[in-house]
């Protein structure tokens, strides 16, 4: 007699029959399609011991009290090649607090992999981020480093990723203010940007506890251009969601190890725009497609917030995601794995045909 199968043997039927097919076309499981029409997407598997060559550069720009130069830090597996095909670039934009290596490139001895550089270097990418000015290995024009100031870092970062890497329209991935600054960017310069991620991102702000606390400082952000940024501010960003059991805390003594290498101070101006001066991004203008990507403890935005920016995004090739047990900064997170999934997924996902 025939039997219908249990709901779990048709899943592991339906997972058996997808790995198989995926053997069978060349493609090995839970490696993105390649998208048509395009060579922005990484379709070889991630090699776990892979070496990863990794460089830096400088870039410069003019600000009021004149040349202001900027650090870049690139990571991809094996050096670069002359005449090879280009890998897919992802420039990756950090926040408010803490500089570009130790949100992106960070180790955390004895904790397993906190590097997004190295995870997407093995995913296939060309991984390049910078410290923007007033951060980090990066020069200071003594400026507060507003989001218009990160805008015309970036463009400064294009006179040199081009050249290195033989791409002029890149992936974008920013968290926290950072997700701000490449929105701006996008808007800004809409022709060198492919797809764009969006994390712990803030469109208005309206009821976000984060910003209302934030904002009881905000005549200290108009009147000076800097602000204390030292051990107990970093550990703060991990325990003020009230989800602390959502990250290792080494993680927050490990950014603070090294970001305090850098002074206890960092730029004020993400904090005056996200107090006094949002919205900043008009998402009519993000032309390309976007991901969003937040903790459902985030308390920077509302979900009502972020949807309003996200329905008014104009490219349908667009996704909304939620990462369960996360607050404010998934990168750092015990999901982080969950967030990489998510990105990884976006950046090689199949172009879409006209109708």
């Known amino acids: 007699m025939h039997r219908c199968p249990t709901p779990l043997q048709a899943a592991i039927a339906r997972r058996t029959l997808l790995k198989l097919a995926a053997i069978g076309t060349g ?9 048509s029409g395009t060579a922005q997407t ?3 598997a991630p090699v776990e011991d892979a070496p990863i060559w990794s460089a830096q550069y400088w870039t410069a720009k003019i600000a009021e009290k004149g040349e202001v130069r900027l650090n870049l830090w690139r990571k991809r597996v094996g050096a670069p090649k002359a005449g090879e095909p280009p890998l897919p670039v992802l420039f990756l934009v950090h ?11 960070l180790a955390v001895p004895g904790k397993g992999e906190y590097s997004l550089m190295n995870v997407f270097a093995r995913y296939g990418y060309d991984v390049w981020t910078m410290d923007h000015d007033g951060y980090g290995h990066s020069g200071s024009s003594g400026n507060n480093s507003d989001v218009a100031s990160s805008v015309a870092d970036i463009r400064a970062a294009m006179a040199v990723l081009p050249r290195e890497t033989g ?10 203010s950072g997700a701000i600054r490449a929105a701006a960017f996008a808007q800004a310069q809409p ?60 993680v927050a ?26 919205p900043l991004v008009d998402p ?47 990168g750092y997170a015990n999901n982080r794995h969950l967030m990489w999934y998510a990105t990884r997924a976006f950046l090689a996902a199949p172009s879409p045909v006209a109708g």
């Open 42 to 44: 990484a379709t070889s």
């Open 95 to 105: 926040g408010s607090s803490n500089s570009a290596r130790t949100s992106f490139d």
């Open 253 to 278: 003594d490990a950014i603070a190890d090294e970001e305090l290498k850098f002074g206890d101070q960092v730029p004020t101006g993400t904090y005056l725009d996200m107090t006094a001066n949002l």
């Open 167 to 176: 791409r002029s329209k890149l992936h974008f991935y920013g968290t926290s």
């Open 284 to 330: 009519r203008k993000i032309l390309c497609p976007v991901a969003m990507i937040r903790g459902d403890h985030d308390g920077i935005a509302t979900m009502e917030d972020l949807l309003e920016f996200y329905r008014q995004l104009p490219n349908g090739d667009r996704q909304f995601i939620t990462l369960p047990s996360t607050a404010h900064s998934p």
């Open 191 to 250: 022709d060198a940007v492919d797809r764009l991620v969006l994390v712990a991102f803030t469109y208005k702000g309206t009821g976000s506890p984060t910003l209302r606390d934030r904002a009881k400082q905000v005549e200290f952000y108009r009147a000076n251009n800097r602000r204390t940024r030292d051990r107990a501010m970093i550990r703060s960003i991990f325990t003020r969601d009230n989800l602390a059991s959502s990250y290792d805390m080494a």
């Open 27 to 35: 493609i090995a499981p839970g490696i993105g399609f390649p998208r």
